[in-house]
């Protein structure tokens, strides 16, 4: 009996005391809680003015110049090279003979081709005269008309042979480097010489999606180089990329004649500026004061000098670090650009300059 009375005095304490922990738990947490409420009611923020300016569209691009043509020539025939026609640095014009390999072997291929095609020619006028009296059947006629075919084949591929052995310049050029020398042994497949055409270069140039969007094919465009400060180079862009790179940007390409024999090299790095038409004077606002970036298309105004009301605008085209508003923000509107993460609609502030 005394123990159940003792058991249930222990009881009641703990609960007493359980009771009391949770009561000053939630007196010091109302405490804070007000304390939180009273900052966020002045909370400190960096406003601007919403104004109309009028954008600039004009941006630069760095990249590198890079040859119209840019040809490794390989060998297509085994031999050895007998003779090398040009030497590094020197200007070749297209189908000029670059390089000559020992035909022996491929003259010999040659005739022997020749030889078997002439004896298979003869033996088709014989097995033809021998079928139209019955002396042979139609599929030995078959047969020799199928390898006189092939015979012709052969003769036509060792012809080509011969004709590799004399290597001619595709395109027109210069030779950037020589890879053999006179008396090396050859196969298909040899690098033989870097051929180069600079008369016509491409700057290889990359734009993020705000820029590209007003780049088109055939836009005029002006270079310059750090080499050549004094000079400024047309040219006209021929490439946009229709896909992003793994960096998000858009590569372009920018054709620009070389005004001089080797006045720009490939290689050498040139700026691309783009120009473009006055625009309308527009609303912008900076870029940090969308709530969670542009897409949101959310910003905080200042109402009666220290409230923040949250606005939902539509955003235009970004220009460096403004954004042009569509609709959605008046003239004259007081915006909220730093501090928003501590905001909701209606929180109190103390806006600074």
């Known amino acids: 009996m005394k123990r159940g009375i003792i058991t249930g005095i222990i009881v009641i304490i703990v609960i007493a005391v359980i009771a009391w922990v949770l009561t000053s738990n939630k007196k010091e947490n109302e405490a804070k809680t007000a304390i939180v409420a009273e900052d966020i009611g002045t909370v400190i923020v960096k406003t601007v003015v919403a104004k109309k300016e009028s954008i600039d569209l004009d941006f630069s691009l760095n990249g590198n110049f890079a040859a119209k043509q840019d040809l490794d020539l390989l060998a297509e025939t085994s031999g050895r090279v007998t003779q090398i026609m040009v030497k590094e640095g020197a200007k070749v014009s297209k ?12 003259s ?8 078997a095609y002439q004896k298979l020619k003869t033996d ?19 047969e020799i008309t199928f390898n006189l075919q092939n015979a012709e084949n052969r003769v036509q591929q060792a012809r080509r042979r011969v004709q590799d052995t004399y290597i001619n310049a595709p395109i027109a050029g210069v030779v950037n480097k020589r890879a053999i020398e006179l008396g090396a042994y050859v196969s298909p497949g040899t690098l033989l010489f870097n051929l180069v055409d600079i008369s016509t270069l491409k700057l290889q140039v990359t734009a993020n999606e705000s820029q590209v969007v007003n780049i088109h094919i055939g836009d005029p465009v002006a270079i310059s180089t750090s080499v ?11 490439f946009i990329a229709s896909k992003a790179d793994n960096t998000l940007n858009y590569p372009l390409e920018i ?4 005004p001089e024999p080797n006045t720009i090299r490939a290689g050498m790095y040139a700026t691309a500026t ?17 709530v969670g970036g542009v897409s949101s298309n959310q910003l905080f105004v200042l109402e009666n000098g220290n409230t923040a009301k949250l606005k939902t605008v539509v955003a235009g085209r970004v220009v ?26 209606g929180t109190q502030v103390s806006p600074q300059q």
């Not at 189908?95 to 491929?106: F, H, N, S, T, W």
């Not at 088709?124 to 078959?142: C, K, P």
């Open 228 to 238: 050549f400060p004094d000079k400024e180079f047309a040219g006209k862009v021929t």
């Open 320 to 345: 460096g670090e403004h954004v042009e508003i569509v609709s959605g923000l008046n003239e004259g509107e007081v915006v909220i650009t730093s501090g928003q993460i501590n905001l909701v609609d």
């Open 95 to 106: 189908g000029q003979v670059l390089v000559k390999i020992d035909p022996e072997y491929a």
């Open 255 to 258: 054709e620009v004649s070389n």
């Open 108 to 115: 010999l291929d040659l005739q022997n081709a020749e030889v």
């Open 124 to 142: 088709m006028a014989r097995y033809q005269s021998s079928f139209e009296t019955g002396g042979v059947t139609r599929a030995q006629l078959d």
């Open 274 to 290: 783009f120009k473009f038409p006055k625009q309308e004077a527009q609303i912008t606002v900076p870029r940090s004061a969308f």
